[in-house]
């Protein structure tokens, strides 16, 4: 089992950054993917930026592209999600996710709010 932990949602301007992280725990991670999703009220949950826990390239939603990175720490077990030049259309809770590759994302942090003012 794998046991994802969010922080570092917050209240910020228009234009601001923010840095989201996930602490991941419970399991080895070489064979899995991990994925930051968000949730805007009224919305459904849709897939911003996910990466490998081997390496390689994120892949991103096209409205972030440019402006957020995920990342890996893998001594800290921890995926990270660098958000720059924020919008208020990017205020949702985020998640944070994993899955087994190449099965379907099955393990869920409990989210974490960011709220983007104009």
């Known amino acids: 089992q794998v046991q994802l932990v969010e922080s570092g949602g917050d209240l910020v301007q228009a234009g601001g950054s923010l840095r989201l992280s996930c602490l991941v725990s419970?399991?080895?991670?070489?064979?899995?993917?991990m994925g930051w999703f968000r949730q805007a009220p009224g919305k459904g949950r849709e897939l911003v930026a996910s990466?490998?826990?081997?390496?390689?390239?994120?892949s991103y939603l096209d409205s972030v592209k440019g402006r957020f990175t995920i990342s890996l720490d893998n001594a800290k077990n921890t995926v990270y999600l660098q958000m720059n030049v924020l919008k208020p259309e990017d205020t949702a809770v985020y998640y944070c996710?994993?899955?087994?590759?190449?099965?379907?994302?099955?393990?869920w942090g409990q989210g974490t709010q960011v709220t983007v003012s104009s």
């Open positions: 996710a994993s899955r087994l590759v190449p099965a379907g994302w099955d393990y």
């Open positions: 990466i490998y826990w081997s390496g390689g390239a994120g």
């Open positions: 419970g399991r080895t991670l070489s064979n899995y993917a």
